[in-house]
């Protein structure tokens, strides 16, 4: 059984940085794609970023392309969410969830944190 737990979210002021990390264990997490969704109050889940096992990754071109950066540390099963320039549209909870290998876009992961808020004051 994979469990994920996420940190590193808390209260920014617009323009400032955060980042949010995805702690994994059991599995083998290598072989884990990874992806990041967020979701704000009264609005369905969106997908952010994920990154695939061989370290391919993916935005959500609109939102966050060019602000937030998503990498791994597999000796450290762990996947990092750089979040830069921070918005005030981008406060929300946070998820990380895992699936095998492959990225998607959509919330048809097999395992899920659950959640680290992320606020953004303007």
């Known amino acids: 059984q994979v469990q994920l737990v996420e940190s590193g979210g808390g209260l920014v002021q617009a323009g400032g940085s955060l980042r949010l990390s995805c702690a994994a264990s059991?599995?083998?997490?290598?072989?884990?794609?990874v992806g990041w969704f967020r979701q704000a109050p009264g609005k369905e889940r969106e997908f952010v970023a994920a990154?695939?096992?061989?370290?391919?990754?993916?935005y959500d071109v609109d939102s966050v392309k060019g602000r937030f950066s998503i990498s791994r540390d597999n000796a450290k099963k762990t996947v990092y969410l750089q979040m830069n320039s921070l918005k005030p549209e981008d406060t929300a909870v946070y998820y990380c969830?895992?699936?095998?290998?492959?990225?998607?876009?959509?919330?048809?992961?097999?395992?899920w944190g659950q959640g680290t808020q992320v606020t953004v004051s303007s």
């Open positions: 059991g599995g083998t997490f290598s072989a884990f794609a």
């Open positions: 969830a895992a699936r095998g290998f492959v990225v998607s876009t959509m919330p048809n992961y097999d395992y």
């Open positions: 990154i695939s096992g061989s370290d391919d990754t993916l």
